[in-house]
C-alpha cells in the first residue's frame, strides 16, 4: 500500500492553498493559449468533399447545420470493424449533452469511415445523439488524420470554409465540457472577459446560460 501524509486540518488547508494557486496559474495560462488559438491564421478547405448521413448525402457546409463553427472528431470505426477504438468510444462518453455548445453557433460531429448503415447501427448500440457521417480516406488524409483520430475545427465565412485547428493524440484527453470545446474554436466561448480578436461576438459572462431544456427551440 502506498504512503501518504496525515495532516492537521490547518496544516492541510495551508498545503491546499499553495497547490491552489498553481492551479489557478494553470488556468490563467490556459486563457493565454486559447486567446493565441483564436488568432491562429485560417486555411481555406479546398476540394467538394461529399458525407453520407441517415438521411443521404451532404456536403461539408451541410454538417455545419446552418451555424458558424463545426468542431469535426474523426472517429476511428472501421468498414465491418470488429473491434471498435476504446479510445474513440471514450470520446465520445465523455462529450454528453451539447446544447450549450449549438447556443454559441457550433455543433460537433463525428466522421468514419464505416458505411452508414454501420454507424447508425453502432450509434445506437453506445446509445450517442450526436451527428455522425459516413466520409472517405481521401478527406481524412486531407485533414491530416491518416490511419488513426483526430479533431478538426472549421468555419464558415460567407460562401468559404476555413480550417482553424487540429489536434490528435493526448490533445483530446482533456476535452469534455462545453467551455473546453469552446476554447477550440476561433469564437471562443463568446464572453466579453476574454482576449478575442475584434469583431468576435461576445456577450456578458453567465447571461447566456441556460438549463439544457430551456433554451429555444432550434
Not at 491546499?16 to 488559438?37: G, H
Not at 488524409?141 to 464558415?156: A, K, T, W, Y
Not at 447566456?208 to 433554451?215: F, G, K, M, P, V
Given at each position: 500500500?502506498?504512503?501518504?501524509?496525515?495532516?492537521?486540518?490547518?496544516?492541510?488547508?495551508?498545503?491546499?492553498?499553495?497547490?491552489?494557486?498553481?492551479?489557478?496559474?494553470?488556468?490563467?495560462?490556459?486563457?493565454?493559449?486559447?486567446?493565441?488559438?483564436?488568432?491562429?491564421?485560417?486555411?481555406?478547405?479546398?476540394?467538394?468533399?461529399?458525407?453520407?448521413?441517415?438521411?443521404?448525402?451532404?456536403?461539408?457546409?451541410?454538417?455545419?447545420?446552418?451555424?458558424?463553427?463545426?468542431?469535426?472528431?474523426?472517429?476511428?470505426?472501421?468498414?465491418?470493424?470488429?473491434?471498435?477504438?476504446?479510445?474513440?468510444?471514450?470520446?465520445?462518453?465523455?462529450?454528453?449533452?451539447?446544447?450549450?455548445?449549438?447556443?454559441?453557433?457550433?455543433?460537433?460531429?463525428?466522421?468514419?469511415?464505416?458505411?452508414?448503415?454501420?454507424?447508425?447501427?453502432?450509434?445506437?448500440?453506445?446509445?450517442?445523439?450526436?451527428?455522425?457521417?459516413?466520409?472517405?480516406?481521401?478527406?481524412?488524409?486531407?485533414?491530416?488524420?491518416?490511419?488513426?483520430?483526430?479533431?478538426?475545427?472549421?468555419?464558415?465565412?460567407?460562401?468559404?470554409?476555413?480550417?482553424?485547428?487540429?489536434?490528435?493524440?493526448?490533445?483530446?484527453?482533456?476535452?469534455?465540457?462545453?467551455?473546453?470545446?469552446?476554447?477550440?474554436?476561433?469564437?471562443?466561448?463568446?464572453?466579453?472577459?476574454?482576449?478575442?480578436?475584434?469583431?468576435?461576438?461576445?456577450?456578458?459572462?453567465?447571461?447566456?446560460?441556460?438549463?439544457?431544456?430551456?433554451?429555444?427551440a432550434g
Amino acid at each position: 500500500m502506498r504512503q501518504y501524509d496525515v495532516t492537521s486540518r490547518e496544516e492541510w488547508q495551508a498545503a491546499s492553498r499553495a497547490f491552489r494557486a498553481k492551479e489557478k496559474a494553470m488556468t490563467r495560462a490556459l486563457d493565454a493559449l486559447a486567446a493565441e488559438r483564436r488568432r491562429l491564421p485560417w486555411t481555406p478547405v479546398e476540394g467538394d468533399y461529399r458525407f453520407d448521413g441517415p438521411d443521404g448525402s451532404l456536403s461539408l457546409p451541410d454538417l455545419f447545420e446552418g451555424r458558424r463553427q463545426l468542431i469535426l472528431y474523426h472517429h476511428m470505426l472501421k468498414p465491418a470493424d470488429p473491434d471498435p477504438c476504446a479510445g474513440c468510444g471514450m470520446f465520445t462518453d465523455t462529450v454528453g449533452r451539447t446544447d450549450h455548445i449549438r447556443q454559441r453557433d457550433t455543433v460537433i460531429a463525428l466522421v468514419s469511415t464505416a458505411p452508414i448503415d454501420e454507424i447508425v447501427a453502432f450509434k445506437q448500440r453506445m446509445e450517442w445523439t450526436l451527428p455522425w457521417y459516413s466520409g472517405t480516406e481521401a478527406f481524412n488524409r486531407d485533414m491530416d488524420v491518416s490511419g488513426g483520430f483526430g479533431l478538426n475545427v472549421f468555419i464558415r465565412d460567407a460562401d468559404r470554409i476555413y480550417r482553424t485547428y487540429f489536434t490528435t493524440g493526448r490533445g483530446v484527453e482533456m476535452l469534455g465540457t462545453t467551455w473546453s470545446f469552446l476554447d477550440l474554436t476561433p469564437f471562443g466561448r463568446q464572453e466579453s472577459w476574454e482576449d478575442s480578436p475584434e469583431g468576435t461576438p461576445q456577450t456578458a459572462p453567465y447571461h447566456w446560460w441556460r438549463l439544457h431544456d430551456e433554451y429555444p427551440a432550434g
